[in-house]
């Protein structure tokens, strides 16, 4: 069964020039876009998205980093998709991801780590409506 997961290309991976390396990774990867846009998070809307992580100590520069320019949330499909997409882009700290990953390829560091993965199928289809509405999931349906 196909299901689905949201990645954000953060603002370090716009700033860098690399949404379409990145993109092509995940698509190679199999992948299927759902959804894409690109999107410049406000305060409020950082906060809410990372509320989970609200008491803890990085919150406050996690929200800022958010915020510091654009970035690109997907929704993407592929059977075990969260599993799968947290496999593509490695551990969070680039230094520990296996040789491959996106973060690996990328990230400079554990804040700046490039994309965002979900990291539960409840947490995925919380945090895609975050971003897309349905009727914008089922416009852009491919099969």
């Given at each position: 069964?196909?299901?689905?997961?949201?990645?954000?290309?953060?603002?370090?991976?716009?700033?860098?020039?690399?949404?379409?390396?990145?993109?092509?990774?995940?698509?190679?990867?199999?992948?299927?876009?759902?959804a894409?846009?690109m999107?410049?998070?406000t305060?409020?809307?950082?906060?809410?998205?990372y509320?989970?992580?609200?008491?803890?100590?990085?919150?406050?520069?996690?929200?800022?980093?958010?915020?510091?320019?654009?970035?690109?949330?997907?929704?993407?499909?592929?059977e075990?998709?969260?599993?799968?997409?947290?496999?593509?882009?490695?551990?969070?700290?680039?230094?520990?991801?296996?040789?491959?990953?996106?973060?690996?390829?990328?990230?400079?560091?554990?804040?700046?780590?490039?994309?965002?993965?979900?990291?539960?199928?409840?947490?995925?289809?919380?945090?895609?409506?975050?971003?897309?509405?349905?009727?914008?999931?089922?416009?852009?349906?491919?099969?």
């Open positions: 069964m196909n299901n689905r997961t949201l990645a954000i290309l953060k603002p370090d991976c716009v700033r860098k020039n690399l949404i379409g390396e990145v993109v092509k990774i995940i698509s190679e990867a199999g992948f299927k876009i759902k894409m846009k999107t410049r998070l305060k409020d809307s950082a906060g809410g998205f509320e989970i992580h609200k008491e803890r100590p990085f919150f406050v520069d996690l929200v800022a980093y958010m915020t510091s320019g654009p970035c690109v949330p997907i929704a993407l499909e592929k075990n998709a969260v599993a799968e997409f947290r496999k593509l882009i490695g551990a969070t700290d680039p230094s520990k991801a296996e040789e491959g990953t996106i973060r690996k390829l990328f990230a400079e560091s554990i804040e700046q780590n490039i994309v965002h993965g979900s990291d539960s199928d409840e947490n995925a289809a919380i945090e895609i409506s975050h971003f897309f509405s349905r009727k914008e999931l089922l416009e852009n349906y491919i099969k």
